[in-house]
């Protein structure tokens, strides 16, 4: 009787440990969730001097026929329209893309 009386106690416990670890992950996973939203929604200043990652010229061209539309990507990385596409051919950002990759192949 008493050794019944235990297993049950011990799988309360269990219960309980399990209720509680659930509650902690869910509210990890709020505040993260919190948090990259955050970050999203931050501004991104584009200076005079910012350089197009793409071709290394000024990102804001003085002459009207060099002038392109801007891509900013939230990683900072800025990019003239046509210097991006013609790199990737899609809104990605080349230098992002490039260190996930190395960072794939290592592990
Ligand atoms: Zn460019
Ligand atoms: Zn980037």
């Known amino acids: 009787m008493q050794a019944l009386v235990k297993i049950l106690q ?31 929604r931050r501004g991104v200043a584009i200076e005079d001097d910012y350089l197009c990652q793409g071709c290394q010229r000024k990102i804001f061209a003085r002459e009207i026929s060099y002038a392109s539309d801007i891509i900013v990507f939230n990683c900072r990385h800025i990019f003239h329209e046509n210097c991006l596409l013609a790199t990737t051919g899609e809104f990605v950002c080349v230098i992002c893309s490039a260190q996930q990759k190395s960072e794939f192949r290592i592990s």
């Open 10 to 40: 011990d799988y309360n416990l269990q219960t309980e440990l399990e209720d509680g670890c659930r509650r902690v992950l869910v509210s990890d996973c709020y505040s993260l969730l919190q948090k990259l939203n955050r970050q999203h």
